[in-house]
């Protein structure tokens, strides 16, 4: 999904210039990844990519929001004349993780038949917005639908799911902010990766 699950959310100020800088944020723990290991993990999965795609470029589609700073970062690792294109979901259920229904929320420009699609995840979670995206994606005729996703849970069975591409594995409990990741839309623009903390946990 696109959001922070309901019961992640920080708690609100009524003036952001009232809240302090990610560096300074009591509601930010621990660095989990830093930003040197996204870098060159990044570069890894972007190599193997521009070598298995050499032949077919491919179109990367980004799931916002989450997944933008990774893609932005990945589609610069790929030395091959590929596209992107962007869809957004967002997700209803429990407080603490998606679960539920998923809605498409903003669909994509270009038409995928005949395309060698890869959807760039931030985060398999629960597996559902994947599973849900799958289903979407492959009905519109790809010549072939992979996932890269930057994060997936450790009890995740990533083959099982389908899913090509992994940056990294992360605890099953841990709930991350940062390179992308938000908690009620904030701490995005963090360069690591670290668990929240906050209200909500
Ligand atoms: P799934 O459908 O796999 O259960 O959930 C995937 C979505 O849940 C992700 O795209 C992300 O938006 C959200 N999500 C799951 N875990 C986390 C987390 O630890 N941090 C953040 N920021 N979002 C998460």
Redesign the pocket.
């Known amino acids: ?5 309901e019961g ?1 959310r920080p708690a609100t100020s009524s003036s952001a210039a009232a809240l302090p800088p990610p560096s300074a944020d009591p509601n930010i723990g621990p660095t989990l990844i830093s930003a040197e290991q996204i870098a060159e993990r990044v570069s890894q999965l972007g190599a193997e990519i521009t070598r298995r795609y050499a032949d077919r470029p491919p179109l990367l589609v980004g ?1 916002l929001r ?2 933008l700073v990774f893609l932005t970062d990945l589609m610069r690792a790929i030395d091959l004349p590929l596209t992107i294109d962007f869809i957004a979901v967002s ?1 209803y259920g429990s407080a603490t ?3 539920g229904v ?1 809605r498409l929320v903003k669909d994509l420009e270009q038409d995928l038949g005949g395309r060698d699609v890869i959807l760039v ?10 599973r849900y995206l799958r289903k979407n994606l492959a009905a519109r005729g790809p010549a072939s639908l992979e996932v890269c996703t930057l ?1 997936a ?1 450790r009890s995740v069975d990533v083959a099982a799911q389908d899913v090509t591409f992994v940056g990294f594995e ?1 605890d099953d409990d ?4 940062g390179y992308g ?3 009620n839309q904030r701490y995005r623009n963090l360069g690591h990766i670290a668990a ?1 903390v906050g209200p909500g946990q």
């Open positions: 999904m696109t959001g922070t699950p992640n799931v989450g997944s997700s993780r998606t679960s998923v995840e931030d985060i398999v979670d629960t597996g559902l917005t994947l994060l849970r992360i841990a709930f991350v902010v990741l938000d908690a929240y």
